[in-house]
């Protein structure tokens, strides 16, 4: 358990041990919110916008790859260039 005392501004210091298992340095923000239980938690807001932005991309890459397998067939089916030349370009 670790313990934080609030300044007069309503400040805190994240103890050196939370500060680790968020990985947070200085300048990074911090999360707060609350569970439906009514408990409070508190993440490091540059994972989470980093985690939501995974969410958000998952699966393009792939959908991307097939689509340019796409192109590269359709271009060596009507020029009849070596695939390996186009894999070259990207």
Known sequence: MNLAKISSNGQITVPVEIRR???????????????????????????????????????????????????FRHLWTKYGTERESYYAIC
């Open 21 to 71: 298992l968020l990985g947070l340095k200085s300048g990074d923000k911090i999360l707060f919110f609350q569970k439906q239980n009514g408990e409070i938690v508190v993440s490091n807001a540059s994972a989470q916008a980093i985690c939501k932005a995974q969410t958000a991309f998952s699966g393009v890459a792939e959908e991307m790859g097939a689509i340019m397998k796409m192109i």
